[in-house]
């Protein structure tokens, strides 16, 4: 197709891809610059540093706002990992029944996954911050990863379900007829087929757990179990009267580049994952 | 409709009643419920149980600072909540907010599938990186992005844009209304059109090809096509887009909490929601404004599934 295109069709559609490129990264490449710009250089007033200077990053990896970033970033990090995890395996269980078996009640719980992947995250603070506070969960890491379900295991059941309705299972009788044992069906055919499907919502889910702002604002009040997301509204500048422009934009540079590096090595995958989850593509 | 016509497994489905079921298929049913069970009863657990906690709350006079007086309000949260002006304002707030996004994300993320759809090959990876980078990135550092390019002292906008009418050097943008508002829609719009455009890209897919080519010959013009052949096939992908979108933008948050902190009555419900629990720890208010805020979602549900005969099992494939 692309080669019955005339010359300026192409470079029309050159065109438009870059622009698509520039609206993606553009205020990326912004929060880049102005992590790299000096404290005295924050209100120039341009896009880019007057010159390049790392201070940013050395005050929140080694200086004054280490401890704030760091300890935030090790409890994203946990925090958004162990709510990933459990819930990977609590709908691969889930969508597998789903996919293979023939159970009432299906429905019900696709359509579960759907109303609690909309509903709104504040209605479960509220109770959360009273009940939490009561029985000591309030600023811990359970007392955020068992809220941070809410948000990783419907898209996890959702998206996984439409990934295994897509496996051709009639291969593992297939092997088993060929003389493959049960087991060995399983692991040599149906894991090659099913992993990328489980390790695609592991990554979505990932994202959803890592953004969270509401739980890591409303349920945490110390560094013990604060999040990076939430760490960011507490940073200060180097004295009272300064921005903390320079020190969140260096945190916010380091916080983006996971999830860079997994959209950089993974987008089809991503792609994929989130299209098959809303619509059959 | 049977629940069980979309097993893929070429099995022969079971609408027999319960009683008549082989002792294979009840074993099935009881594996499938052991296997399915754990998710399904957490997914309860992490929200039924809170929401159900919030209405019982609603339903008390209480202030955490003061707990000795917490008493029994029945209604009286909510019709305090519904004859304030506070609460209208925020609904207001969110309302314009979220039609406004939803409107202007319907279009760009069309205009941004149909560039992703018809790229040239080699373009085509390179745009799904480009546009997964805001979907994936955290929606605090959108906010912060947004809000430092815009701020009158750490912003380039007010340089770059001082030939526009309105804006000088000392353009303070978050210091009214209107323009605050402005900032944190374009920031929501960046961050969430990659979504709304990856689903319109899975749904122009599906847009049988041979119907584009007989409109072509027949020839229809590029608008006629649009309107005619590819918009409708594609139907069930927008609704169920726009759904999910409207929903989110509803519950709009972490913007506003960095951006304003709800200043110049910039206040959405989800704010107004923390700020009452949170900051006030009013703990019967703000669990009566929660309520209200997930009585609004299920309307708006509603009003798209009804209305707008949305049907998410189709556009799962499944219909």
Known sequence: MDDQRSTRQKVLWWVAGAAVVVYALFPVAWIFSLSLKSSADLGNQQFLPTSVVWENYEMILAGDAQSLFLSGLRNSIGVSLIATFIAVVLSTFCAYAIARLDFPGKRVILTTALAVAIFPVISIV?????????????????????????????????????????????????????????????????????????????????????????????????????????????????????EPAGAIAAAAVIVTIPVVVLVLLFQRQIVSGLTQGAVKG | ???????????????????????????????????????????????????????????????????????????????????????????????????????????????????????????????????????AIITVVSAFAWLYAFDINTGFVNQWFSWLPGISEDTNTFGSFGPSVTVIILSEIWKTTPFISLLLLAGLAQVPEDLQEAAKVDGATWWQRMYKVTIPNMKAAIMVALLFR????????????????????????????????????????GSAVSVLLFLSVVLISVVFIKLFKVNLASARGEG
């Open chain 2, 246 to 285: 409207t929903l989110d933008a509803f519950r709009l948050f972490d913007n506003v909490f960095i951006m304003t902190q709800g200043a110049n009555n910039t206040e959405v419900v989800s704010f107004l929601a923390y700020r009452q629990t949170i900051s006030r720890l009013e703990i019967g208010l």
């Open chain 1, 126 to 242: 509220t109770p959360l911050f009273n009940l939490w506070r009561n029985i000591g969960l309030y600023d811990t890491w359970p007392g955020l990863i068992i809220p941070y379900l809410s948000l990783t295991l419907p898209i996890s059941i959702w998206t996984l379900s439409a990934f295994f309705r897509q496996i051709p299972w009639e291969l593992e009788q297939a092997a088993q007829v060929d003389g493959a044992t049960t087991w060995q069906a399983f692991r040599k055919v149906i894991v090659p087929l099913a992993t990328p499907g489980v390790f695609t919502t592991a990554i979505i889910s990932f994202f959803i757990a890592w953004n969270d702002f509401v739980y890591g604002i409303s349920l945490t009040s110390t560094e013990s179990a604060r999040p990076v997301p939430a760490a960011l509204a507490f940073f200060t500048g180097a004295s009272q009267f300064e």
């Open chain 2, 1 to 135: 409709m049977s629940t069980t016509q979309d097993v893929p497994t070429g099995k022969v489905t079971s609408t027999a009643p319960p009683a008549g079921l082989s002792d294979r298929a009840r074993s099935e049913r009881r594996l499938g419920w052991w296997l399915a069970g754990p998710a399904f009863v957490v997914m309860l657990l992490v929200t039924a149980y809170p929401i159900a906690q919030a209405f019982y709350e609603s339903l008390f006079k209480y202030r955490l600072t003061d707990p000795d007086a917490r008493e029994f309000n029945g209604l009286g949260n909510y019709a305090v909540i519904l004859t304030d002006g506070v609460w209208w304002q925020a609904v207001a707030v969110t309302v314009l907010i979220t039609v406004i996004t939803v409107a202007v994300e319907a279009v760009l993320g069309f205009a941004l599938a149909l560039v992703m759809h018809r790229a040239l090959s080699v373009l085509r990876p390179v745009l799904r990186t480009a546009i997964l980078v805001p979907y």
